[in-house]
């Protein structure tokens, strides 16, 4: 480590010596609490065991788990061990779970006992794992969590910089296969800075972990709650019933909300009375009616927020109130911008393809240097996404680029291409387009626009299934309609945005 670096591991060692008896984390399903101390002890004792069994500065570290302690944990050793955690999604297919897996190639892999069935099934197509573990101890088949950490914390660690990868993330299928986003310790303890200044979050505050730490969004908050010293109270999985009662008992001031987890949260305080007040910070998205109605309730703020993974979850934020509507203002160290097809700024109030630099921003795809390449073509990050500053330099989501148009159900991403080969790979069908419409529960749902082959009949729940049974269920759609006729471009191929305009309309069904 240099005179400037400073890492993930570095936050594990402060808050020790800062907070060492003050709880650092609660884990809801087990009813126990953990210091910061005992986390510091706990990491350093699976850093050990991890580098015993052969783990290396730079090895790949897989997790398939829920949320839970020893996998928060799993991110403190391979910080301390110098190595990269890859975190998978487990609600993808087995066949997505391998592929995210073996482009990484770790050398050992954390499992929750409900997922190992699901990884022994594809343990042949995962050359590069050599020892698999249970994710938390005595709960499943493979060798005990507790063993690869063998209580030894004599082990010299290697010489770790800010700069170094520290997670891969897998991020939607672009051209039909994911890309593993590579952030560095700098991307998450800059991130962290910047969403502890815009909350005003201290020690004193609770974060409810209730996202995936599989997810951008779950990941960086947990860590910036850490980071600021602050309680996790963290929960397996969502549940709107147990939330409310979490937020009432500990006291939690923060969470990070995609719809419908808002609504869900308020709807079960309405029917048990319970005390949420605590509740003074939510960031993420949903509609403006309940947002006012959260804001009514307890007093809090809503802050709106634009980022990435690229991006390390953030690039603009901004309490909801100050222009509602909007993603906000640019992050304390981030310069964004818009840019037109020549890649110059354009002037304000024009649409442009959002870019950015700053200390967020990731160190590129994991082995895809031209795809890396072209996203920070003239050393700008370039989002997909576009975008307009207004007069007061609020940022305007104006939907994705054409090339890389994204659906996001519930806070997931997915892209149309990914889909469409699936839906294409139906016996019964000849041609198909996805897209994104309005979804009252999701605020976005997956519509699919598809021909027949001549004489061939198929149900549109048919269908459906048969693409939830391919890719991970999120993916499939939620609305399909059939036709026998899709609009054309002058050169012969499908009019994207004219099928969007003829069938996107809130009668699909």
Not at 107 to 123: T, Y
Not at 201 to 218: I, R
Not at 376 to 396: A, V
Not at 418 to 430: C, S
Request: charged share 25%.
């Amino acid at each position: 480590m240099g005179l400037y670096d400073f890492t993930f591991y570095d936050v594990v060692n402060r808050n020790a010596g800062c907070h060492p008896n003050r709880p650092a984390w609660f884990e809801a399903e087990d009813n126990c609490t953990v210091t910061f101390s005992a986390v510091k002890r706990r990491v350093d004792s699976l850093a050990a065991g991890l580098i015993k069994s052969g783990v290396k500065k730079g090895s790949r570290i897989g997790v398939v788990g829920k949320n839970c302690l020893e996998y928060f944990i799993v991110y403190g050793a391979a910080a301390a061990a110098g190595a990269i955690v890859v975190p998978i999604n487990w609600r993808l297919s087995a066949g997505e779970i391998a592929f995210n897996l073996n482009d990484c190639e770790p050398v050992c892999l954390f499992v929750d006992s409900e997922f190992e069935s699901l990884i022994q099934k594809i343990q042949g197509k995962l050359s590069s794992i050599d020892k698999y573990y249970n994710l938390r101890s005595g709960r499943g088949g493979f060798d005990d969590y507790d063993a690869s950490a063998n209580g030894n914390t004599a082990t010299s660690l290697p010489e770790v910089a800010s700069d170094d990868g520290f997670i891969i993330i897998h991020t939607a299928a672009v051209a039909g296969r994911p890309r593993g986003a590579l952030l560095s310790h700098r991307n998450i303890l800059c991130a962290g800075m910047q969403l502890m200044y815009s909350f005003g979050l201290t020690a004193d505050d609770v974060h409810l972990n209730l996202l995936p730490l599989f997810h951008v969004g779950g990941l960086f908050m947990a860590a910036q709650s850490f980071q600021a010293g602050a309680l996790n109270v963290n929960m397996r999985k969502f549940d709107a019933q147990q939330a409310v009662r979490l937020i009432a008992d500990k006291q939690v001031s923060i969470f990070f909300n995609f719809a419908p987890i808002l609504d869900s949260v308020l709807k079960k305080q309405a029917e048990t009375g319970l005390d949420i007040s605590s509740l003074k910070t939510i960031v993420g998205l949903d509609t403006p009616e309940t947002i006012k109605k959260y804001q009514n309730l307890t007093k809090g703020t809503f802050f709106s927020i634009y980022g990435q993974t690229e991006t390390s979850c953030l690039a603009t934020i901004g309490p909801f109130n100050d222009r509602p509507g909007s993603a906000g203002k640019p992050a304390p160290l981030a310069r964004v911008v818009m840019l037109d097809d020549t890649d110059q700024i354009v002037s304000q109030g024009e649409i442009g393809e959002i870019a950015l630099r700053g200390p967020m921003v990731f160190k590129g795809y994991w082995k895809l240097e031209e795809d890396t390449a072209l996203t920070f073509s003239n050393n700008w990050h370039h989002t997909g996404d576009l975008g307009r500053f207004d007069e007061d330099g609020f940022l305007w989501y104006e939907g994705r680029k054409a090339e890389k148009e994204l659906i996001k159900p519930g806070g997931e991403n997915v892209y149309p291409a990914e889909v469409e080969k699936i839906i294409l790979e139906h016996p019964a069908i000849e041609q198909t387009v996805v897209f994104g419409i309005p979804d009252p529960q999701w605020k976005e749902g997956i519509k699919a626009v598809c021909i027949l082959k001549p004489d061939r009949s198929l149900d549109a729940g048919d269908l459906i299934e048969f693409v939830g049974s391919r890719i991970a269920r999120f993916k499939k759609p939620q609305y399909v309609e059939f036709t026998d006729k899709l609009p054309l471009t002058p050169d012969g191929s499908i009019d994207r945005a004219k099928t969007k305009e003829l069938f996107g309309g809130e009668q699909a069904g």
